[in-house]
């Protein structure tokens, strides 16, 4: 089974300049998160989807941070415009949400470094 | 909200013995304790969970013990290996509605031939 896929997988921007994350999770897992994972911490939630709709973006700035999942499937996450303190690793996951069995899986991650 | 918190921040054992991380939490209605590793470059990957019907769970080298009523959980590493060298995580979620998951800090594990 493939896992989750993520690109791109490393991307260096300017302050004030915008970038985008794409997340592809794996086929007929209906629930998709974004983590930020700031160097030597723990990965932090930002916003989870079930199926196309939100279920929690209680930690997602939304004043310079959007996240979308049309239909259901794949998703992208967006920044605009980047801070120096955005520099971080952005973790997709997904999970099949089905009764008790409900492991995340993680991609990859995709680097971002704001200079 | 959830907060959870890891102890060590750094350990190194020497090959062949035995590796344990511990963590605490804070939300009682959290029933589901995931522990990730995670290499340089990667992703985390998921080595074991335990839900709290359950009080230990084992494979092969590892297992983790679950203690809700102090609320702390364990990970267990026998007979370590080079390759188990890597950044360990645990976390807590619940398993209805938000069940996105609460990290620990991360335990950096160096396991020395």
């Known amino acids: 089974e493939a896992g989750v896929a993520q690109s791109p997988r490393y991307k260096i921007i300017e302050k004030r300049q915008s970038v985008a994350f794409w997340c592809n999770p794996i086929s007929g897992h209906a629930t998709l998160y974004w983590y930020q994972q700031i160097l030597g911490q723990g990965p932090k939630l930002l916003i989870q989807f079930q199926n196309n709709g939100v279920v929690d973006d209680s930690q997602l700035p939304k004043d310079r941070f959007s996240a979308e999942r049309l239909k259901g499937v794949d998703s992208t996450l967006k920044i605009q415009p980047a801070k120096l303190e955005d520099s971080a690793v952005y973790l997709c996951a997904s999970s099949l949400l089905r009764g008790s069995t409900d492991t995340q899986y993680f991609g990859p991650g995709t680097r971002l470094t704001v200079l | 909200g959830e907060n959870v918190e890891q102890h060590p921040s750094t350990l190194s054992v020497q090959e062949g013995d035995s590796a344990v991380i511990k963590c605490t939490y804070s939300d009682s209605a959290s029933n589901y304790f995931p522990w990730y590793k995670q290499e340089l470059g990667k992703g985390p990957q998921l080595i074991i969970d335990?839900?709290?019907?359950?009080g230990e769970k084992k494979d092969q080298r590892i297992a983790v013990t679950l203690n809700k009523t102090a609320k702390h959980f364990s990970l267990h590493i026998t007979e370590t290996q080079p390759e188990d060298s890597a950044v360990y995580f645990c976390a807590a979620s619940r398993h209805t509605g938000r069940r996105a998951l609460t990290f620990g800090s991360g335990t950096r594990l160096q396991v020395q031939p």
């Open positions: 335990i839900r709290s019907n359950v």
